[in-house]
Every structure is written in C-alpha cells, then in structure tokens.
T-cell receptor, first 115, second 114 residues
Framework: GAVVSQHPSRVICKSGTSVKIECRSL??????MFWYRQFPKKSLMLMAT?????????EQGVEKDKFLINHASLTLSTLTVTSAHPEDSSFYIC???????????FGPGTRLTVL | GNSVTQMEGPVTLSEEAFLTINCTYT??????LFWYVQYPGEGLQLLLK?????DKGSNKGFEATYRKETTSFHLEKGSVQVSDSAVYFC?????????????FGGGTRLMVKP
C-alpha cells in the first residue's frame, strides 16, 4: 500500500525558533498533500491543502505567515512553524493523495513541543 | 456543509465484549464514508470504508454498513481484544460539496481491559 513518512517524529524547540516538518510519499506521486493539527484528545483539524507547484490553500483561522507550507515536488511537502510559541505545541499529521485517487494516506505524525 | 458526529468516549470494555461506536453524518449527495484508527502516538490508519449506500466495509473483524436512510455508519466488532485499544475516527468525503476533503468526527477512545 501507499506509504507516507514524516520527519521528525518528535521535536522539542525553544520559543521563538522555527521548526520544519517534512512529509514524504514513499511509493507514489502525491499531487495533493494535507496538513492537520491534532490537540490532545481531540479530532484532527485541517490546516491547509497543498498542490504540487502551487501555493497552499489555508483553512479559515490558520495563519499562513506562521505555518509556511511548501510542496515543491510530487513526493515532498514541508510545514515550517515560524517563531514557535508554547501554544503551537501539538501533534501535526500530514496526508497525501495521488492523482485520480480519492483516498488520503496518512503519515505517522510529528509531535512538536515548544518550551 | 458536511459534518460527522460520533459518540463521545471513552468506551471501556472487557476483552471479548461486543463493540458498537455510533456515527452519523450530514451531507448532500453521496459521500464516501470511512473509519480510521489511531493507536497511541501514531498517525491515522484507514480501517475500512464504504463508497455507496448499503455497502459494508470490513477489516480485522470490524464492520460498518453505509445506511443512507438513517445517515449512519456505525462501527461494530463482535469480540474486542486488548490490542484494539485506540481512538477511532469516523469520516466522510465527497458529496455535493467540499470536493474530496475529509471531514472527521470528534473521535472515540476505546479501552479494552483484559
């Protein structure tokens, strides 16, 4: 089946620094990638949708200058949390979808802790 | 727009008990319905899906039937195991709006005791 990886799986950073999270589709070309945020014991909240080679579409209430998304190739999307603060601590999950497919394949998630 | 409502947890069961997690949805048209499972510290895994009315999705002993008349997609398993302890998410995509975006329910935590 289709495999999506995320790196790193866990990251701890100091307040004010920036953190980059990578999402890769390992065995298929992902024309669309999605970034979700999950708070403890809560459901997933879609942050943004990115199509390869174009700007990401952000959901209402998500700051695009704070959460920078780049989908530069058909196998890689990155989420950069800029000037991170403790309230940005969360579990970030990406998913990927190939052209012509309805199903999204999820990565294992990245736990971000901002001190 | 689309929405998914599922029963709040946690659901605590003894091993070999019968499991039902209720899920109802609101959508126009004919969405696809999914159940995802999230084990502790991990991302989501697709458990099963159904793409049209009366379809039954099944996997690993879990089943759910797409009931358009009641707009439901309840998850069932006849005999749960400790290893089934996880959070279960009902979701939908498609219908007349929202394209292929996934809309998730709030998640239901299942705890199975030996």
């Amino acid at each position: 089946g289709a495999v999506v990886s995320q790196h790193p799986s866990r990251v701890i950073c100091k307040s004010g620094t920036s953190v980059k999270i990578e999402c890769r589709s390992l065995d298929f070309q992902a024309t669309t990638m999605f970034w979700y945020r999950q708070f403890p014991k809560k459901s997933l909240m879609l942050m943004a949708t990115s199509n390869e080679g174009s700007k990401a579409t952000y959901e209402q209430g998500v700051e695009k200058d704070k959460f920078l998304i780049n989908h530069a190739s058909l196998t890689l999307s990155t989420l950069t949390v800029t000037s991170a603060h403790p309230e940005d601590s969360s579990f970030y999950i990406c998913s990927a979808r190939g052209q012509g497919y309805n199903e999204q394949f999820f990565g294992p998630g990245t736990r971000l802790t901002v001190l | 727009g689309n929405s998914v409502t599922q029963m709040e947890g946690p659901v605590t069961l003894s091993e070999e008990a019968f499991l039902t997690i209720n899920c109802t949805y609101t959508a126009t048209g004919y969405p696809s319905l999914f159940w995802y499972v999230q084990y502790p510290g991990e991302g989501l895994q697709l458990l099963l899906k159904a793409t049209k009315a009366d379809d039954k999705g099944s996997n690993k002993g879990f089943e759910a039937t797409y009931r358009k008349e009641t707009t439901s997609f309840h998850l069932e398993k006849g005999s749960v195991q400790v290893s089934d302890s996880a959070v279960y998410f009902c979701a939908l995509s498609g219908g007349n709006n929202a394209g292929n975006m996934l809309t998730f329910g709030g998640g239901t935590r299942l705890m199975v005791k030996p």
